[in-house]
């Protein structure tokens, strides 16, 4: 051992309420390494970070930054010890500029303009140091979400930090961006800095770090050297049991065309465009999967065809037209078209939090002749069918009654799912199906996606996880700026080649 | 897993906030020089003690009832009513229209006829704020609040101008019909032999109380419209997604909401004071928000909070009767018992969700 660690935590617990979210965590980060936490979604990687930054104070246990112990009551106290974080969601005013983000919390006095003009000095010398090129004078909110990510970087570098945590950073990037991030990153490592990624994709741990360590329900069970590991090791220790990465897959039995969509546009409340006049068609026992960078019109495009939003244009579905503006463009008019809708935000729009598992099974559905007696609602019908639903979908905890927000994310998916597939839809709308589920239960939901494309119907997939694209499509549209780059074979495209098309790039066939 | 046992949610929070209330009262009352258990006993003997005191009681409750319910319904669909005044004054004039303009046989089929009656004009005076926040997105509190005010001038204006009798002095309509005057509960429990006051208001009209909290009930939880307002409520987003149109549940719930107060009217106007008068509602439409929270929106709740309510009302008046206790303690009193019910709530339901979550880590 040749120097002291960047930082060492020495049997960190941390509980909210009887949730025990981290458990006697103890952790070394060499000094000028990457490296990386993974885990599941509520296996305790934020708590930790939190506790690291000042966020929430640990029950028990110690921080040693460079060797030194240290208290980090808030985040002052961890800019002060050399820490940076860089959010999920950025933490930037967006109508100010680069140059008034990096200063802000950190001006030396009253007046503003020393400040800033020692902010540009030090953004020069940082920007040809680390390779993080960023106009100081441009509105954050005209940046790029790559460029955006790389003021945060600055944030944390102008404030003289060693140690630079990121949490989630390629959510929402395009891959180029990923990449090019991970090329900052390698930079910063070189210059001696030391990285923390927590993240839940195999990918960029093996692609980058040069540690691991995997956390399972407020645990840290390993910490290996990444070369010593593969994705399918990190899987079984992330979920503890061997997980199979990929689905097993027939090649599709193409039917006649289920949903044909022409010239769709759709205008948002703020009377933005959001998606231009676009063209697909999904066939019978074919999975479309529709890839792209969050906000790029997916969620809008869904939402017209499940009834959610009004649009212009024609649907077709099974070769009749679709009402999109009047009386029946509605949810309730679209099931009642076969039409069968997975949301992409099962929290906000797929579920009622406050409502129990059954009510939630017969949500959407509440009209069906089988849930009624006379006027009033067959509960225990609705109970035993959801009984019934939880069991085929291996929901747990199989109880009816329990309110869907005391649900893990991949049970509430689960929920959601078996509420739609059992609906023997003719075409299933689907949109990040396996967002904030655990690695266990992606398997799964995979599996039934799959199946009911075997049983003969039209799956329309939308997935910013580029890896999900390829697993599960029979064919490929990217979306760009609300429109469709262009259809792709996944076995005859490459993430580069998608990735391109994702920002905006189309590279015509040689 | 639930922090709580639903027995403690339902019973021990407001009875905890009840108690904290209690003893700020007493305090407040020794601060002004009267002995508290003195006053809790006039309280108690003058509401509950005799079937006089009972009678007024329960007629209070009765109003309450109505309109807790009212906001009930409303909450459910995540909105605010507070026109339950207003809407309750409109239930008035469609009771008055009813006994004074139709010939009628017996009181039960006036009765029948009044409560529907005012529960379409209390519907009605609901409906514009309705349909101005499902269309134009205009607050309901504010338009409810402003039609409170829009329903005392109209009502002012009728009742001087329009239907007060010849030669009358105060701004009321004439004595409805000998036919349409309810039963009170005098009349209904001598035939069972129960001696109850003659000159107590509560009539008959508690029993459409009661029945429109258990038709809430199955409203609310067995039905399909009862499942949509709740989705709406808890989520906009949700219900849209669902095939739940927006607009259709706020004004409906409006409806049923603006009904509920409207029916009041068969309490105050049609049992007890027997003519429309002016300000007949005495504050009952406010009094049922207070109900509707800390009854927690279920009916069962708004019938056991509606009745704490009519005692603080009827204590409150026998208090400012006997004793130096000035009348307007006895709303600072009510408005301790809100204020804790309602407003402060969670003041008292977290520290007992730790203690229980302390139990709870005993067992394990």
């Given amino acids: 051992m040749t120097s002291a660690p960047a930082i060492e935590l020495k049997g960190i617990s941390k509980a909210f309420g009887p949730v025990q979210a981290n458990k006697d965590i103890s952790i070394r980060v060499m000094p000028g390494t990457i490296h990386g936490i993974i885990g599941e979604n509520g296996a305790g990687k934020s708590t930790l970070m939190s506790i690291l930054y000042g966020f929430y104070k640990a029950d028990k246990g110690e921080i040693f930054i ?68 960023v106009d100081p ?11 955006q990510q790389r003021v945060e970087i600055l944030k944390a570098l102008y404030r003289q930090a060693d140690i630079l945590i990121l949490d989630e950073p390629t959510g929402v990037l395009t891959p180029t961006e990923a990449d090019q991030l991970f ?108 890839a792209g960078v969050a906000g790029n019109g997916q969620s809008e495009l869904l939402e017209v065809l499940g009834g959610i939003t009004s649009g212009t244009g024609i649907i077709r579905v099974n070769g009749q037209d679709i009402d999109l503006t009047g009386k029946f463009s509605d949810g309730r008019s679209r099931r009642a078209r076969g039409i069968a809708h997975v949301p992409e935000d099962r929290q906000r729009e797929g579920l009622i939090m406050d409502y129990m598992a059954w009510e939630n099974t017969a949500f959407g559905y509440h009209h069906d002749p089988a849930y009624q007696s006379g006027i009033l609602m067959n509960n225990a019908a609705i109970r035993a069918d959801t009984e019934a639903k939880m069991q085929r979908f291996d929901v747990r905890p199989p109880n009816p009654k329990l309110t869907a927000k ?17 609906r023997n839809p003719d075409l299933l709308l689907i949109g990040q199906p396996t967002r904030g589920v655990d690695i266990g239960a992606i398997e799964f939901i995979h599996k039934q996606i799959v199946a009911l494309r075997d049983q003969g119907k039209a799956i329309l997939l939308v997935s910013v996880e580029l890896d999900e694209i390829f697993v599960l499509s029979d064919r490929v549209a990217v979306m760009f700026d609300g429109k469709i780059m262009g259809f792709r074979d996944p076995a005859q495209t490459d993430e580069k080649e998608l990735g391109l098309m994702m920002a905006g790039i189309v590279e015509e066939a040689a | 897993m639930e922090k709580m046992p639903a027995w403690a949610d339902a019973v021990l929070v407001p009875l905890i906030s009840l108690l904290l209330a209690a003893i700020l009262s007493a305090l407040v009352i020794i601060g002004i020089g009267e002995d508290p258990i003195a006053a809790v006993k006039l309280m108690v003997q003058g509401s509950l003690g005799s079937t006089y005191g009972w009678g007024y009681t329960l007629y ?30 409109l239930g008035g004039l469609g009771v008055a229209i009813v006994c004074l303009y139709m010939p009628w046989p017996h009181w039960s089929l006036a009765l029948i006829f009044a409560t529907i009656s005012s529960a379409a004009f209390g ?22 609040i402003m039609f409170n005010f829009i329903a005392a001038a109209l009502l002012n204006y009728l009742l001087v101008n329009v239907m007060r009798p010849a030669g009358a002095m105060d701004p009321a309509t004439a004595k409805f019909p000998e036919a349409t005057h309810l039963p009170t509960l005098h009349d209904m429990l001598a035939p069972f032999g129960i001696a109850f006051s003659k000159a107590a208001p509560a009539n008959v009209s508690l029993i459409v109380a009661i029945i429109a909290c258990v038709a809430v009930y199955f409203l609310i939880w067995r039905t399909k419209l009862g499942y949509e307002i709740r989705a709406f409520g808890h989520s906009e987003s949700g219900a849209k997604y669902a095939g739940i149109s927006p ?11 603006g009904g509920l107060a409207g029916m009041m009217a068969t309490n105050n106007v049609m049992g007890e004071s027997e003519r429309l008068i002016m300000n007949a509602t005495e504050g009952a439409g406010f009094i049922g928000i207070a109900v509707a929270l800390m009854g927690r929106s ?56 730790k203690l229980f979550l302390m139990f709870r880590k005993g067992d394990a």
Wanted: charge should be neutral; aromatic fraction near 6%.
């Fill in chain 1, 406 to 422: 005391n649900f893990s994310g991949g049970n509430q998916q689960k929920i959601v799912l078996a509420r739609e597939i059992e």
């Fill in chain 2, 247 to 257: 607009v259709k549940i706020t004004v409906i719930a409006m409806l049923i909401s």
């Fill in chain 2, 60 to 89: 209070y409750a009765t109003n309450f009832m109505f309109t807790g319910l009212a906001v009930s319904v409303a909450f459910h669909a995540r909105m605010f009513n507070i026109g339950g005044e207003g809407q309750a004054m």
């Fill in chain 1, 137 to 147: 004078d441009a509105i954050v909110e005209n940046l790029s979400v790559g460029h």
């Fill in chain 2, 123 to 144: 519907a009605a005076w609901a409906f514009l704020p309705a349909y101005l926040q499902a269309k134009r997105g205009s607050h309901i509190v504010i338009t409810t």
């Fill in chain 1, 183 to 290: 090329r900052i990153l390698n930079r910063l490592r070189e210059e001696g800095k030391t990285i923390i990624l927590i993240t839940h994709k195999l990918r960029e741990i093996m692609d980058t770090t040069d540690t691991v360590s995997v956390m399972r329900r407020g645990e840290m069970t390993a910490t290996v050297k990444t070369s010593e590991t593969s994705p399918a090791g990190l899987a079984e220790l992330m979920v503890g049991r061997k997980v199979l990465l990929q689905v097993d897959k027939v090649p599709a039995k193409v039917g006649a065309t289920v949903l044909e969509v022409e010239n769709l546009s759709v205008i948002d409340d703020k009377g933005v465009e959001r998606v231009k006049g676009i063209s697909l068609d999904v066939k019978a026992g074919e999975i479309l999967g529709i």
């Fill in chain 1, 66 to 133: 460079g060797g030194k112990k240290t208290l980090i009551p808030d985040s002052q106290a961890a800019i002060a010890a050399g820490i940076g974080m860089v959010f999920q969601h950025f933490k930037l005013v967006e109508n100010f500029t680069v140059l008034e983000n990096i200063i802000l919390g950190a001006e030396d006095g009253a007046l503003l303009r020393p400040s800033l003009a020692k902010a540009r000095q030090s953004l020069t010398d940082l920007a040809s140091e680390y390779g993080l090129d």
């Fill in chain 2, 298 to 353: 279920h009916p069962l709740g708004v019938f056991l909070a509606a009745i704490l309510f009519g005692f603080l009302y009827q204590g409150g008046a026998e208090l400012a009767l006997w004793t130096s206790i000035p009348r307007e303690l006895i709303v600072v009193i009510q408005a301790l018992v809100i204020l804790f019910t309602g407003a402060l709530d969670n003041m008292v339901r977290m520290p007992l969700e």
